[in-house]
């Protein structure tokens, strides 16, 4: 009895800090990067460069100083991605649409897209996270086991019928190999960067000779 009380206070404190930092999560993607409540504005680009890591594609940034849409009066610059082609079109000093959602930041679309990706994937996470807490939590109570355990083969059986449907339906599914679909997907997206990387960075042809100036050195 007493490990299970330990045992509950440890769930309940880390169920409390997940739920904070979620709830902070959520609070920063609505006041940054939410779609669905930005507004356009326009900013003067001060600076570019393009950063390219050992096993990763070239990634574009711009300082970009916004002037129209900005709630404060003082000169408001910040780092954004851009693409490519915005980053090779547009000079210093030249004019950059994007938009802000708190009047504070300014954001390019693909800047918005991108860093709004990842704020709601690790806000779903914590949302599962704690949702399997609950349901941990609530499965220690014997009376409502074969509930969840009911819940849990209908969600298995929808899966199993979804999966009916799909090329694939002469095998056989489980909820696992749903996992496993899911995360092998995932490796492959980043394997495929990782090759298209390397494929550009060995391919003989198509390259151009340069010259560089070393500015920083550690």
């Known amino acids: 009895m007493k490990d299970k009380i330990v045992y509950f206070i440890i769930a309940l404190i880390a169920f409390g800090v997940l739920s904070s930092c979620t709830a902070e999560l959520v609070t920063e993607y609505r006041d940054s990067y939410s779609v669905l409540h930005a507004n356009k504005t326009k900013g003067i680009i001060v600076s570019k460069r393009a950063e390219k890591g050992l096993y990763s594609s070239p990634t574009y940034y711009a300082d970009v100083m916004m002037y129209e849409g900005k709630v404060v009066p003082e000169p408001i610059t910040n780092e954004v991605r851009v693409t490519k082609k915005q980053i090779q079109g547009i000079d210093l000093g030249e004019e950059i649409a994007g938009y802000t959602v708190n009047g504070r930041q300014f954001h390019t679309l693909i800047d918005m897209l991108h860093d709004g990706f990842f704020y709601l994937l690790f806000i ?8 399997g807490m609950i349901i941990w939590g609530l499965y220690q109570i014997k009376p409502i086991q074969k509930f969840i355990l009911f819940l849990l083969g209908k969600f298995d059986k929808m899966l199993k019928k979804l999966f009916a449907l799909s090329p694939f339906k002469k095998a056989e599914f489980s909820f696992t190999k749903f996992i496993l679909i899911i995360v092998g997907m995932g490796y492959l997206v980043l394997a495929s960067s990782f090759a298209n990387n390397l494929y550009h960075k060995i391919k003989p042809y198509g390259k151009v ?9 550690t």
């Open 209 to 217: 000779l340069t010259d560089a100036e070393v500015t920083f050195k």
């Open 124 to 131: 779903g996470l914590g949302i599962l996270v704690m949702v």
